[in-house]
């Protein structure tokens, strides 16, 4: 890992040749992939697009909090799925439908941590400058 730091925008002459692997990251920002700058020759432009540490920690919680859901309730959906859902007693009507809810709403719950753990990604481009 380099050991070169500055701030946007920085225009700090890095020499790529040595093959040292380089990454963008901060402060409240998602570390991005590791690269190096081996295929460039000459000037290169970096641009970024800085993901939020904040994002992903949310993402994270949103995703387990649904696993906590939907692992229960499916568990309790099968104990109280009949053939015949007319064959329900109350109380299994109940449960069965509480736990449908649970089932859906931690798939919902997975469902958004995913996408907001890969929006909260840094990314980046380089462009060759001649």
């Known amino acids: ?3 070169i730091h500055c701030l946007a ?7 790529g040749r040595l093959g040292n692997e380089y990454y ?8 991005s992939g590791r690269f190096t700058l081996l295929d460039y020759q000459g000037a290169v432009r ?4 800085a993901g939020s ?15 906590g859901l939907a692992a229960p309730g499916s568990a309790i959906f099968m104990a109280t799925t009949n ?3 007319s064959s329900l007693d109350d109380g299994k009507r109940g449960l069965h439908t509480v736990s449908t809810g649970m089932l ?18 840094t ?8």
């Not at 970096?46 to 697009?49: C, F, N, P």
């Open 83 to 85: 053939a015949s859902s």
């Open 104 to 121: 859906l709403g931690g798939a919902a719950s997975m469902v958004a941590g995913i996408v907001m753990y890969f929006s909260s990604r």
């Open 53 to 67: 540490q904040g994002l992903r920690t949310a993402s994270k919680v949103l995703f387990w909090v649904g696993v």
């Open 123 to 130: 990314t980046f481009e380089f462009e060759q400058l001649h």
């Open 46 to 49: 970096a641009r970024v697009s």
């Open 24 to 31: 963008f990251g901060g402060p409240g920002v998602t570390d």
């Open 1 to 3: 890992m380099s050991g």
């Open 9 to 15: 925008p920085c225009d700090r002459v890095v020499d």
